[in-house]
């Protein structure tokens, strides 16, 4: 009842965290429980040392904007891919993937490379129903090539190593990218999509990867100071915000006072709303927990299903449902205390289990009826919804497929972790 009750506030149009507080304070009242326990169980779960690190990379990724980044990434993968057919999509999707790995969210990697690529591909003929979802499914890529905000907050709740995670995020990530690039590369060849006459001479690639190479080396440094334990995946995040400021203002010379007053200010906002999703989801949790409904769900489903790989089936379909509607952090935070015991229960690698979490509802970010990253890049491209729907299918085809690969070839996730952890 607690489950179907949260779902009709959503679908009542209440923002997701007072949905998850109103529902978790009729479910305390209900039980006569202390309403104190409503302001405990919220700082409890925002009062966390490693939450610390969601700022820090939202105002790291911030930094890195403003302070002229992306334009050097999507120059240098102009000069890398830009004379393949349907160059420019390939351009826009690997720039989405560098992008992504600097700040880690899908709508910021969206809204940042669509709003330099898709005037670029429609003046050079694409059609916009065709580019303007490709750049959506693309940023959706945000969330899995760490550092990754989903992955942090899934780490903390699962108590699972987070720089383990970040590592398992990379070779989906890829994968992600490389299907969506094959993609683009079929239906340039099939519309005369042509990219630049020639290709670039190898000098100028030099140059331009020359150019982007601090923009680039970030995630290597973060990944690779907690792999060796110089810091924690929290104090990666200091590291992060340092390293773009000190980047932005005395080597590019872009980042202006009043820039880091704006990045400072967009922090603020995106950290309040995360971080009250996360309150509200810690009291959501308990309550759940104290009425038993994860081990009900869990008893259910582990009668109703035989073998790890069809209950993993199931949990994809209720996710990519789910993703529609609900955004990425919200999500995490709903249905990791659901599944967690769960997955446990059957034996499935937790680090495993997080990745495929993260990739069912990144997709669902790029999805109809609700998906975000439509409405970013379709407000860039002047491109409703249903214009877009035509193209977007077969992207949407790609994404599962890697998806499918993802839950049931462990290996692609754990392939890293095992190997550097």
Not at 223 to 244: D, K, N, Q, R, W
Request: proline share 5%.
């Amino acid at each position: 009842m607690i489950i179907l009750a949260l779902f009709t506030v959503f679908l009542l149009g209440f923002p997701i965290a007072f949905s998850l507080g109103m529902v978790s304070l009729g479910q305390i009242l209900i039980n006569d429980f202390p309403v104190l326990v409503v302001i405990q169980r919220m700082f409890t779960g925002a009062d966390s040392i490693a939450l610390t690190a969601i700022p820090l990379f939202i105002l790291s990724g911030g930094l890195m904007y403003k302070g002229g980044m992306s334009k050097r990434i999507v120059n240098f993968a102009d000069l890398l891919l830009g004379h393949f057919p349907s160059g420019l999509a390939m351009v826009s999707i690997l720039a989405c993937m560098f992008f992504a790995a600097i700040t880690g969210s899908a709508i910021a990697a969206t809204a940042a490379i669509g709003g330099i690529m898709i005037p670029l591909m429609v003046e050079k003929g694409y059609d916009k129903k065709f580019c303007t979802p490709l750049v959506a499914c693309g940023g959706s890529i945000g969330p899995i090539i760490p550092p990754s905000i989903p992955l942090l907050i899934f780490g903390v709740m699962a108590n699972v190593s987070v720089a383990k995670l970040f590592l398992g995020g990379f070779l989906p990530g890829l994968l992600m990218g490389a299907g969506l690039m094959g993609y683009s590369y079929v239906v340039g060849k099939n519309r005369g999509y042509i990219g630049r006459e020639t290709k670039a001479p190898s000098n100028e690639v030099f140059k331009a990867a020359k150019d982007a190479l601090l923009a680039l080396l970030m995630p290597i440094i973060i990944i690779g100071g907690i792999m060796s334990g110089l810091f924690t995946p929290t104090e990666s995040g200091t590291i992060a915000v340092f390293y773009a400021l000190g980047v932005g203002m005395f080597v590019y010379r872009e980042l202006t006072l009043s820039d880091l007053w704006e990045a400072l200010r967009d922090c603020a906002k995106s950290t309040g709303q995360v971080l009250v999703v996360v309150a509200f989801a810690s009291l959501f949790t308990w309550v759940i927990t104290v009425n038993n409904i994860p081990q009900e769900v869990g008893a259910y489903l582990s009668a109703a299903i035989g073998n790890k790989y069809v209950l993993l089936l199931v949990i994809n379909v209720i996710l990519l449902i789910a993703g529609t509607f609900i955004d990425t952090t919200s999500a995490v935070v709903i249905f990791t205390p659901l599944f967690l015991p769960l997955a446990k229960s059957f034996g499935i690698d937790l680090i495993h289990f997080g990745l495929i979490m993260a990739v069912n509802l990144t997709i669902g970010m790029c999805t109809p009826p609700l998906g975000v990253c439509l409405f970013v890049s379709g407000s860039v491209a002047k491109v409703s919804l249903k214009e877009q729907f035509k193209d977007l299918m077969p992207m949407l085809v790609v994404l599962l497929t890697v998806l499918m690969i993802v839950t049931y070839v462990p290996e692609i996730v754990l392939m890293l972790p095992n190997f550097l952890g």
